[in-house]
């Protein structure tokens, strides 16, 4: 009912082969990117920017960077963390550095520069699998932050080793800061919502195409993949380098413009790449739309709890951080067990049945 | 989609507290986490203050203060959410108790113009008010920590430490690397030897650096910890049989949790204190009229230790600067530009601690546009196994070392993010 596939006609292979080939879907993803950018920069407020939706959009872009590797690739990765942090770093240190440079730019750098450090700690899945290369990517997790903590050239001597962003704009003739205190929401939000479009853009081509594929034969079957002509080298290491591109973006931006400073152990520490992991899981794995849901999920969690349990029932603060911890460790058991696709899995399901409703088989 | 609808009813929860004549003071606490230990005496001090004033004088200046409880878990970007969750219900002022959180805050309430009291923590430059306006923390910071562990150790070595080794324990984060500047500038000056030990989050892991004190044995080892760190770190000590004496922690370092579990054999550890301990009238009216009365914000078992009188002690100074901009600006219901000016008024003296029921809790300090960090002054007090004992006076931190430090590194901050003089004209 809600699906009509009648009257929606394909004519040619491209039409057949779109992302969103009913047009329900389509038109919902045409109106959900219409309210995201011009409607919600509108109404925002800045609790609704800076807690809900900001960190939505950021981590949406480190999870869709950690299921490119781990959801696509069959890579497992713990040094998600690790990797944000490069991003975070490089950016701070090209926004010190270069005072005049725009914050597109210096996020997309802070971008390649990960993909380069992804790459290099990427080497090791050639010859290690599954729970070895979790271990080699937790090594780089504990050995990046380490290095950012031990070096006082990262954080420019300041005395506490904390980096802070400076204000910058938003590109060289958008004049509108993104960064720093006097950003407004929208501005930031605005900002973020570019990325992510893009990014979520391109890895969804990028998935749908012959490198994604390979990805997938990687992890299904790497040995099979490498017979039928799959270069592993090839596939392995661009799926490193695109996933730490997207992950180095996301910690760049979590520094700039979500927190505006950081310490590297406490905002980069081995929590944050569980935290990114549980919203693959939970989200659902190889899929894009997981990586949102998966994001919504767990940014909106903490606070859904929050006022659910302090201010409507008047529940103690902390019996209610305690409760949420329960609750996440619920679900990721949850999902595990029942559904190991997570979210996304269970939406195309419903969207299946809605397909065939009212007349099921 | 199902997301737009869950966006849209927690929208609708969220919106829509009364506003009332009342006097908002949000508590970040942290009730869980590995920091959770200091967290909780901090606010349960911090909110019975509140509760008490409210019960006894009918609140501040006759409006009610109403404390709004968030909790952080010691992390920043929860922190964050707080801030920006509490700040429409009309904050006054913040207190983080989290370094991390309050370098977050700062730009943020800066621009807003929410004042920030960041009492003994936090960025030690704030203490230049000419370039942090609306920074506060009074009434001693990292740095003076640092000069006054120094001077007093100055003290009982007749006044030289050249020779010795001091080894310093931090906690690795931006709270326990503060000192290390100061260290090293004083190190240069005294001629004692400066050895860096960092301990990772949260703090449990440090047989290593137990391993090297044991090698090397510093005359002293001076600790930044916090949280869980500080129980691991006394009760590693007596394990290497460190002679407790010598073994001295800041003032995040010496609460009656840190040592309470290794008892007598802790004897003899040392620590900072900003607040005096004791027995004080104020405890006996919080007993009565908030902790009998079922008012009070935690189980009341922490009624009188080290860190929930420093909850207090940050409450009391908080009310008094509501008072004071309250008599400032000739109106009850403040806001927070008013509750600022309130605190950059702040005179504390001797009698009117006294007269609060809390004799001697702190140095006498007053505040001014210059200067927000206080007079920096800090006592020592020592375990003697079963409770904390006070063995000096206040001790004076060494100003020509610290000022000079802050005015640089405010400067730096003032260039990087284009701040010009608060106080130049006025």
Request: proline residues 4%; contains cysteine.
């Amino acid at each position: 009912m809600f699906y009509r596939e009648a009257g929606d006609f394909k004519t040619s292979y491209s039409e057949d082969s779109q992302t969103f080939p009913i047009l329900f879907d389509r038109y919902r993803y045409y109106f959900v990117l219409v309210v995201g950018a011009l409607v919600i920069p509108f109404v925002l407020n800045d609790y609704w920017a800076n807690s809900i939706l900001i960190p939505f959009l950021i981590y949406a872009i480190a999870a869709i960077g950690l299921n490119i590797l781990t959801g696509y690739c069959g890579q497992v990765s713990l040094g998600t963390g690790g990797f944000m942090a490069v991003g975070a770093y490089t950016s701070y240190k090209l926004m010190t550095a270069f005072p005049g440079l725009d914050m597109i730019s210096v996020t997309l750098l802070s971008g390649v520069m990960t993909a380069m450090v992804g790459v290099a700690f990427g080497l090791p899945s050639l010859r290690i699998k599954g729970f070895y290369l979790a271990v080699a990517t937790l090594a780089a997790q504990f050995f990046l932050v380490w290095l950012f903590n031990k070096v006082p050239w990262f954080y420019n001597y300041s005395a506490s080793g904390q980096i802070s962003a400076p204000e910058r704009d938003f590109f060289y003739f958008i004049n509108v800061p993104v960064t720093g205190p006097n950003a407004e929401s929208w501005a930031k939000y605005l900002f973020c919502f570019l990325f992510v479009f893009v990014l979520a853009w391109v890895a969804r081509n990028l998935t749908r195409g012959s490198v994604g594929r390979q990805w997938m034969a990687i992890r299904d079957m790497d040995i099979a993949a490498e017979i039928i002509g799959v270069n592993p080298l090839k596939a392995k290491l661009t799926a490193f380098a695109v996933s730490s591109f997207y992950v180095g973006i996301a910690g760049a931006l979590l520094f700039t413009v979500y927190l505006g400073a950081a310490e590297v152990g406490e905002a980069y520490g081995i929590t944050k790449s569980f935290l990114v992991l549980f919203m693959i899981i939970i989200g659902g794995l190889g899929s894009i739309f997981g990586s949102f849901a998966g994001a919504a999920f767990m940014v909106l969690l903490p606070v859904v709890l929050k006022v659910l349990l302090v201010d409507t029932f008047g529940m103690d603060t902390a019996l209610s951080a305690h409760f949420q911890f329960v609750i996440v460790g619920g679900l990721i058991m949850f999902f595990l067990i029942v559904e190991p696709h997570g979210l996304a899995r269970l939406w195309a399901l419903a969207k299946e049945k809605l397909r065939l409703w009212p007349f099921p088989h | 989609m199902k997301k737009l609808t869950l966006l849209a009813v927690t929208s609708a929860m969220v919106a829509g507290t009364p506003a009332m004549a009342d006097l908002v003071f949000p508590d970040l606490s942290y009730r869980t986490g590995a920091y959770a230990a200091g967290g909780i005496p901090f606010s349960d001090g911090y909110q019975d203050y509140f509760a008490l004033l409210n019960a006894r004088d009918g609140g501040i200046g006759g409006v009610e203060a109403r404390v709004v409880e968030c909790e952080t878990a010691y992390n920043t970007e929860r922190g964050v959410e707080c801030y920006e969750s509490t700040r429409d219900e009309g904050a006054l002022v913040y207190q983080p108790l989290s370094t991390g959180i309050t370098y977050q805050l700062i730009p943020r309430a800066t621009a807003d113009g929410i004042p920030l009291h960041t009492m003994g923590y936090g960025r030690t430059s704030a203490a230049n008010g000419d370039v942090f306006s609306h920074v506060f923390n009074y009434p001693a910071n990292y740095w003076d920590a640092a000069s006054v562990i120094v001077n007093q150790l100055l003290e009982e070595n007749d006044g030289s430490l050249e020779g010795q080794t001091i080894a310093l324990l931090y906690h690795n984060s931006a709270y326990g690397r503060e000192p290390i500047r100061t260290l090293e500038e004083l190190s240069a000056m005294h001629g004692f030897e400066l050895t860096q030990l960092a301990v990772d989050h949260p703090g449990q892991e440090q047989g290593n650096q137990w391993l090297q004190i044991r090698r090397e044995r510093p005359d002293y080892v001076v600790m930044w910890g916090w949280g869980v760190m500080n129980q691991v770190a006394i009760q590693e000590a007596i394990n290497t049989r460190y002679p407790m004496e010598n073994f001295i922690g800041n003032w995040w370092a010496g609460a009656d949790h840190d040592v309470e579990s290794a008892g007598a054999d802790a004897a003899g550890y040392r620590s900072l204190n900003m607040n005096r301990l004791g027995d004080m009238p104020v405890f006996a009216e919080i007993q009565e009229m908030v902790i009998d009365a079922g008012l009070n914000a935690g189980d009341g078992s922490n009624l009188g230790n080290v860190l929930y009188t420093r909850g207090m002690y940050a409450a009391m100074l908080a009310a008094e600067a509501a008072a004071m901009a309250q008599e400032i600006h000739g109106v009850a219901d403040i806001d927070a530009s008013m509750m600022r000016d309130g605190m950059e008024a702040l005179n504390i003296t001797n009698a009117r601690m006294e007269e609060l029921g809390m004799p001697g809790i702190g140095p006498e300090f007053s505040v001014s546009c210059e200067n927000h960090g206080g007079s920096g002054m800090a006592i020592m007090q020592q375990w003697d196994g079963s409770q904390w004992v006070t063995l000096t006076d206040f001790i004076a931190p060494d100003d020509s070392v610290i000022d000079p430090l802050v005015a640089e590194d405010s400067a730096q901050y003032a260039t990087e993010n284009g701040i010009e003089s608060q106080c130049g004209e006025s």
